[in-house]
């Protein structure tokens, strides 16, 4: 393990995800984005966990060959309902389908988290999973929640940091940051070990 330094390293959050980016900034240091160009299509036979983690080494990677002597974070998000994975609705139907799918019903979500040290090639993994009970939605509230909030670009349809919130009976993580996209006690930890201290670097 490295020792942690009062010299902040280069950071890249190698994602587009406003999410994330917002998750992020919390921790009040300088950083970077990067937008990696991958497929993210799952592989057949693919587990969800294992998806999440090939999808966020693999954002990593392809921003790090952008940037030398940098520590590269790269993260994804997949959400299984009934043993299967469930992406971002796109369109308010889809949206509409897949809560009503999901009231009264437990999803899965694999936030998975890879940090990547370009000076070294060591490489930091971990899948954050929290679980996620929805209430027993009326179609009415459905409607009424994704008008107001549009989720489209969540995986599951539903925003738990904003008005989402009040769709859910229980939230079940050891992280409260992975169910957004980012699980930053996760990070913190890989973080310390490549030598860089959050707080050491405001010193």
């Not at 998975?112 to 993994?125: E, I, K, M, N, P």
């Not at 009040?166 to 990070?187: F, N, Y």
């Amino acid at each position: 393990m490295s020792e942690a330094s009062n010299t902040p390293m280069r950071l890249v959050l190698a994602s587009s995800s406003r999410y994330r980016r917002k998750l992020l900034e919390r921790l009040r240091v300088p950083f970077e984005v990067a937008s990696p160009d991958i497929d993210e299509t799952p592989l057949s036979g693919e587990t969800p966990e294992q998806t999440a983690l090939r999808l966020s080494i693999a954002k990593a990677r392809a921003a790090a060959e952008r940037f030398a002597d940098a520590l590269i974070i790269g993260s994804d998000q997949v959400a299984t309902f009934d043993g299967q994975q469930i992406g971002k609705p796109g369109t308010h139907e889809n949206a509409v389908a897949q809560l009503q799918s999901m009231r009264g019903r437990d999803v899965e979500f694999h936030s998975a988290l890879c940090l990547f040290d370009t000076r070294t090639g060591d490489v930091q993994s971990a899948d954050i999973v929290t679980r996620v009970r929805f209430r027993d939605l009326s179609d009415a509230e459905i409607e009424a929640y994704l008008r107001a909030e549009t989720p489209y670009d969540c995986a599951g349809s539903a925003k738990s940091e904003g008005l989402g919130i009040a769709l859910l009976d229980a939230i079940e993580s050891d992280d409260p940051t992975a169910l957004i996209g980012l699980p930053l006690i996760a990070l913190t930890k890989m973080l310390r070990a490549a030598g860089f201290s959050v707080l050491g670097a405001r010193a």
